[in-house]
């Protein structure tokens, strides 16, 4: 009979259990954390390839667009978001949102979290006033339900990508469709 049969059983359960109690620990920043990533990216982030300033967008909320990303994002899209399959753990995404005045109303935010949300490709998603403070935070339901239509390209919608004005419509009901944005829609069908 072993000397302690019930250590060595219990150092056996024990070596079986780190797997999953280290993979269950996922490091998920404060909206404060995030908030100063965003900042430095609005100051110091390279433009998203693709990408240029004063993009339109398809709202009046978001007449203008600037899409800034980290390091990460950058080269993980160096061909184009639209070759992007699987964004890379730590990518930082951000969009900047102006109104026809070029005013700044609000920033968007995905950060890829390793095991955060597998069902939503583990994006953290973001959005907040320009003082920081925050709108929404973490496994937004709208924005997932509006980012789950860009399943190619990891839940990321390439630059200049132009959504019918339904589509549209249905995520955003009470907020006005920007007249730009109806008049590029309309001269890019056939």
């Known amino acids: ?4 049969p019930g250590r060595r059983r219990m150092a056996a359960y024990a070596l079986l259990l780190i797997p999953f109690t280290a993979s269950a620990v996922v490091k998920v920043p ?3 954390a995030l908030y100063r990533k965003v900042r430095a990216l609005e100051d110091h982030g390279a433009l ?3 990408s240029h300033l004063w993009m339109y967008g398809s709202r009046m909320a978001d007449y203008y667009t600037i899409d ?6 950058v080269r993980a899209a160096t061909r184009g978001v639209q070759h992007v399959t699987r964004f890379p753990a ?3 995404y951000i969009k900047e949102n102006f ?3 070029k005013v700044l109303k609000t920033v968007t935010a995905m950060l890829k979290v390793p095991g955060y949300d597998a069902g939503d490709r583990n994006w953290l998603m973001a959005l907040y006033k320009p003082n920081g403070q925050v709108v929404a935070y973490g496994k937004v339901q709208s ?4 980012h789950a239509i860009a399943r190619r390209t990891d839940f990321t919608f390439p630059p200049l990508t132009r959504l019918p004005i339904a589509t549209v419509k ?4 009470h907020q006005p469709i920007s007249p730009r944005y109806r008049a590029l829609i309309a001269h890019s069908r056939p």
């Open 99 to 101: 109104d026809d005045h």
């Open 170 to 173: 249905t995520f955003f009901p």
């Open 1 to 4: 009979m072993p000397r302690y």
């Open 30 to 32: 404060t909206p404060a």
């Open 48 to 50: 998203l390839p693709g």
């Open 90 to 92: 730590g990518s930082l």
């Open 143 to 146: 924005c997932i339900s509006c």
């Open 68 to 73: 800034k990303a980290n390091a990460v994002s």
